[in-house]
């Protein structure tokens, strides 16, 4: 099974070296994002429009982080191997879409949707499995490619941030793999697992924090989501939503994850950490789920979001205490120059897209309110 790696579109929009790698930086800046996903980029973005000066600082050669959308088997359309749906009681990233003007459809959730375990399959009368939920067209990582192209020129690429220094109370040093960078704040945009298992904070980070922060899951930080590309939606042909649940796996849910009017065709699945990915018992789940018809994907596409050693800390999955999400003391000021915000700080909507937006607002606001 291939397995996604970089950004399979390469860079956003196809503009090569727009967002500059490997050069050694030392620059000044009001504000430093450490993190270029959609909390990140977000954040940018508000504080740019606030008139002030800010650098992202990116680990991986891509923007997006757990935004990633692979190209198809023609390359004329996307499959999401991260996030793929927002809510229509979502308001921020409803607004956001409409500001951008990104395409979007709505998820396929007509049809029965079928239930498995160990005794075999069963077609369930309708679809208790999906409700309604909107599809960016273009992939979902269409969303930080847009606010990144509003960035030109601010944002770093291949530079993960291992240090973090208070300096004389004024100002933070953050060191990165290019450089140093210097700024009056700086804001740690990444789940706060890994940002504590990465970054080196001086003076350390308050013991309590710490503790909350480094218990803090990943949302989906521990799953393998596979998509399965097919021909065409067979499965719809047979009245099936393509949507299951399943106790047998290796996939234990699954959905439609069919581009607009059926192209690119494709169902994707969840499979948890424990799960053995074999391709061929993954094919084998999908034709006792769907049909023979399922026997002969295109391509199959895996990413493994707990070897993602910018989404993951190690032992990613065994953090499960999800009442840490949105904890009040993630909204404190550390040595009142920092901020840890990511999509799991936020008090509304913790784990989705809507919640990375929720927090870069949260913290923009806090932010231009210090800077005066
Ligand atoms: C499989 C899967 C399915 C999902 N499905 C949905 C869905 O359908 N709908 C939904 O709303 N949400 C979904 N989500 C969640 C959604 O993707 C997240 O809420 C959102 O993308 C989080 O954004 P973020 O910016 O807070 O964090 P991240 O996207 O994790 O961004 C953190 C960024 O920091 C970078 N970074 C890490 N370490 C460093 C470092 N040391 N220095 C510099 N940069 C660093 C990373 O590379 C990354 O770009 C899904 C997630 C996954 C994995």
Not at 11 to 25: I, N
Not at 172 to 196: D, K
Not at 305 to 319: D, M
Request: charged fraction near 15%.
């Amino acid at each position: 099974m291939a397995a996604a790696a970089g950004d399979p579109l390469g860079s956003p929009r196809g503009a090569a070296g727009r967002y500059p790698a490997g050069a050694h930086v030392s620059s000044t800046q009001d504000v430093i994002v450490v993190g270029a996903g959609v909390t990140g980029l977000a954040l940018a973005d508000r504080l740019r429009h606030a008139g002030l000066q800010v650098l992202v600082l990116e680990a991986r050669d891509r923007v997006g982080g757990r935004l990633l959308s692979a190209a198809d088997r023609s390359g004329a359309a996307t499959l999401d191997l991260g996030a793929s749906w927002c809510w229509p009681d979502e308001p921020r990233v409803q607004a956001l879409v409409a500001r951008l003007g990104l395409p979007m459809h709505e998820q396929h959730i007509v049809g029965d949707a079928m239930y498995q375990d160990a005794s075999g399959t069963q077609r369930l009368a309708g679809n208790p499995i999906d409700g309604r939920a909107l599809r960016f067209s273009s992939g979902a990582q269409s969303l930080a490619h847009a606010l990144a192209a509003r960035l030109d020129g601010s944002i770093l690429l291949s530079s993960p941030v291992s240090s973090i220094r208070v300096v004389g109370g004024a100002s933070v040093e953050v060191e990165h793999a290019n450089g140093c960078a210097y700024a009056r704040y700086a804001v740690v945009a990444l789940p706060p697992a890994l940002a504590v298992a990465q970054i080196d904070f001086d003076p350390p980070l308050p013991p309590a924090l710490v503790t909350l922060a480094s218990g803090t899951p990943v949302w989906m930080g521990a799953m393998t989501k596979v998509v399965a590309e097919y021909a065409a939606p067979f499965w719809r042909e047979a009245g099936l939503a393509g949507a299951a649940m399943s106790h047998a796996g290796p996939l234990r849910e699954l959905h439609d994850l069919c581009g607009p009017h059926g192209q690119p065709a494709a169902i994707f699945g969840f499979a948890p950490a424990e799960a053995t990915m074999e391709p061929a018992a993954v094919i084998g789940q999908l034709v006792a789920l769907f049909g023979e018809a399922a026997a002969a994907p295109l391509a199959l596409h895996a990413q493994c979001w707990r070897a993602e050693q910018w989404t993951s800390p190690p032992a990613v999955e065994r953090l499960a205490n999800y009442a840490t999400f949105g904890d009040p003391r993630y909204r404190q000021a550390i040595h009142s120059r920092v901020w840890l915000g990511s999509t799991e700080t936020a008090p509304a909507h913790p784990g989705h897209i809507e919640g990375a937006l929720e927090s870069a607002a949260a913290i923009g606001d806090a932010i231009t309110a210090a800077a005066g």
